[in-house]
């Protein structure tokens, strides 16, 4: 018996990193998961087999989940797959996260913000319309992020985005009610986000150098992607269904000291 048995998931940006660990923890827990990323090759298409390695239906769903059209696309393409949708994981951002003040111009603004804020929204929103017509609820819950508590240098679109997020599914779980549907955010500290080395059969990859995190975080040590499934697979389950409109910081303490400087 899983937490998760028989519901279906579908997890944006899921190629690596915590994307791919939420996929093979849900998976683990007994739900047929749906993997995403704008990257199509083979690491994403054994992510997918990594899932169904588990006794559970993986698939993969090529797309940028950037634009509307694309957003629509692949939950078209995952509603091929598994005929409903449960739990929609928006996860997905791009590697060049941060951005001097001075060089933010209008295209890296919009593309922060049309992955970040109108991706992860309009995910929702159609994941939202499919669970509402379906009569069983579901779950939705947003990547934010450390940035959107704490400003530091060049990080001010990436952090904006984020925060944004905070109020977002705020917004869903009020416009939601009724229908048995959380939405939240989990918002990491620094994760490593590595694909693990050798046997690829595991959650994590390599961990952070700890020496990076020893003068203020609390936890001495960086955050792997099962820590921030873990606390998805909360969210997601029967566990944490009274949880919405909720961020919960999953950071080793960082946002507790007030720095996210080492
Ligand atoms: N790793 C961290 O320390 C950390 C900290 C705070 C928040 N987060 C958040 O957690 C989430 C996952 O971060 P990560 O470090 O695992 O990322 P990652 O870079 O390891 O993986 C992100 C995936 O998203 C995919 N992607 C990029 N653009 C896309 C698009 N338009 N459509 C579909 N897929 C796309 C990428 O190809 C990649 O596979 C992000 O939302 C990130 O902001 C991460």
Avoid at 102 to 119: H, I, P, V
Wanted: hydrophobic share 40%; charged share 20%.
């Amino acid at each position: 018996m899983g937490l998760l048995d028989g519901k279906k998931a579908l997890i944006t940006g899921a190629r690596k990193g915590i994307g791919r660990g939420i996929a093979l923890t849900l998976a683990n827990e007994g739900a047929d998961v749906g993997i995403n990323d704008i990257v199509d090759d083979e690491v994403s298409r054994r992510a997918a087999e990594l899932v169904t390695n588990r006794g559970v239906k993986g698939t993969f769903h090529a797309g940028d989940v950037s634009t509307v059209a694309g957003v629509n696309a692949v939950i078209d393409s995952f509603l091929a797959e598994h005929g409903r949708i449960d739990i929609l994981v928006n996860n997905a951002i791009f590697p060049d996260q941060s951005r001097p003040l001075f060089d933010t111009d209008e295209a890296y603004w919009d593309r922060m913000m049309n992955l970040s804020l109108k991706g992860y929204f309009f995910g929702a929103q159609r994941a939202a319309k499919e669970m509402i017509a379906q009569g069983n609820g579901g779950s939705i819950v947003c990547l934010s992020s450390v940035h959107a508590y704490v400003a530091i240098e060049e990080w001010t679109a990436y952090g904006t985005a984020k925060a944004g997020l905070r109020r977002m599914v705020k917004g869903l779980a009020i416009d939601l009610k009724g229908h048995n549907i959380n939405a939240n955010c989990i918002a990491p500290g620094a994760i490593s986000n590595v694909l693990p080395d050798g046997d690829d059969d595991v959650i994590d990859g390599a961990p952070h150098d700890p020496s990076r995190f020893t003068k203020h975080l609390p936890a001495a040590k960086g955050g792997l992607p099962s820590d921030i499934a873990n606390a998805v697979l909360y969210l997601t389950s029967e566990l944490g269904q009274y949880v919405n409109g909720e961020t919960i910081l999953v950071d080793g303490g960082m946002i507790a000291t007030k720095t996210m400087q080492d």
